[in-house]
């Protein structure tokens, strides 16, 4: 059966726009992100994904392991729901009410590890919490941009930790504050994991990236072990994090790093269609109804304007992705409350048929709709609720 008549067959009963989980795309995805992974555990980042029941079906898998979250609230509340007792705070937090939540709950001291890269994260913890607080389980962020030159920074602006005697300098402060317990290293590698070394129609750029890519793995892979082995010293570190979907057998390799990050690799977004080494199956997509036949060869949709966060380019606009051969127009793009598709296959739609589309990045959908209905084969098996869905928002 053609993915468009499976897709529609399956969700027959419901009123677009709604969104999608392809069970069987999901778990292949799952698997690859295993088999890439080398043997080193996957810690899942939940904010490429966002519904509470896809990442108990994950973590249920073997070779995955723990959570990173994107907010203390977020891991305060998957504490509560029993979803993980691993739970890594990928972002500082300055959240105050969380923090008293955090220090108020035993079993979430337990399980939850916040991330930190200044003393100044620590007083403000100690500011939140009082004298004498509760033992709270901090993790150094490591910086691991390339800086070929001075004044280049090639990578995601985070820590300001970038040697190893800084952070050798920053575990050592930490180690003389009461109340605090160095567990962990990140070291997230934005500008290998995050940029597809392959973009669609962009040759040129492809070849430069795939440049840039191999020198700074080669840089990192001696920084960033010299930074752990530094931290070592003064500390008894749990767990040294590094990767993501897109550089998960680069970063496997590194022998410094203990487990994984992915999240984005489950679902497949276009994002991640810029990669000549892997390809994730598109395992969720949302569904718009067509509205409108303005002329021929055109076709407008209820809604769509799902923009992706980042730089406001047209690669974080949603994708016409079935029936195949359609595309957004320029000048008007995904809208508030309509958005128009073009090309052959528009002259076969109908008003009520839907279109399919994928999103750019993997869990910003989930913003957008409650619930997603998954689908296993060409039946609906059930409907779980998003973040959203349950009444939490963590952005």
Not at 5 to 32: C, I, M, Q, W, Y
Not at 181 to 192: H, T
Request: proline fraction near 7%; charged fraction near 25%.
């Amino acid at each position: 059966m053609q993915p468009r008549s499976r897709l529609d067959g399956a969700t027959k009963e419901f009123d677009p726009p709604f969104a999608v989980v392809d069970l069987d795309a999901f778990d292949h995805n799952a698997a690859d992100l295993v088999r890439r992974a080398g043997g080193k555990p996957v810690r899942v980042a939940s904010k490429s994904v966002r519904v509470r029941r896809l990442l108990e079906r994950v973590l249920a898998r073997p070779g995955f392991a723990g959570v990173m979250c994107y907010s203390l609230a977020e891991a305060l509340w998957l504490s509560s729901e029993d979803v993980c007792d691993d739970l890594l705070v990928a972002y500082p937090t300055v959240d105050h009410g969380a923090l008293r939540a955090l220090a108020s709950d035993e079993e979430a001291r337990r399980r939850v590890t916040i991330m930190v890269d200044s003393v100044e994260h620590l007083d403000l913890v100690s500011a939140a919490l009082g004298a004498g607080h509760p033992e709270v389980r901090v993790c150094l962020e490591l910086d691991v941009s390339w800086r070929p030159a001075p004044g280049l920074h090639v990578g995601p602006r985070r820590s300001p930790v970038h040697t190893a005697r800084d952070a050798r300098v920053l575990a050592e402060r930490i180690g003389e504050r009461t109340g605090f317990r160095l567990v962990g290293v990140m070291a997230y590698e934005g500008q290998i994991a995050g940029l597809g070394d392959s973009p669609p129609g962009r040759p040129v750029r492809g070849v430069a990236l795939r440049w840039m890519q191999r020198r700074s793995a080669a840089e990192l892979v001696e920084r960033r072990g010299a930074a752990v082995a530094a931290v070592r010293r003064v500390a008894d570190l749990e767990f040294v994090n590094g990767g993501g979907t897109g550089s998960l057998e680069v970063t496997a390799a590194d022998a410094s790093v203990t487990e994984l990050a992915a999240g984005s690799g489950l679902v497949g977004p276009t994002l991640f269609d810029g990669y000549r080494g892997f390809r994730p199956r598109p395992a969720v997509l949302f569904a718009l109804p067509v509205v409108r036949r303005p002329k021929r060869q055109v076709a407008t949709l209820f809604s769509g304007g799902y923009i992706a966060s980042g730089t406001a380019t047209a690669d974080r606009q949603p994708t016409p992705y079935l029936p195949p051969g359609l595309k957004l127009l320029p000048l008007e793009g995904a809208g508030e409350v309509q958005t128009p598709v073009a090309g052959k296959a528009a002259d076969s739609l109908a008003l009520g048929d839907r279109v399919w589309l994928r999103h750019a990045k993997a869990g910003e959908l989930a913003e957008r709709f409650t619930h997603y209905h998954v689908v296993k084969g060409d039946v609906v098996v059930r409907t779980v609720p998003t973040y959203r869905g349950e009444g939490r928002s963590f952005g």
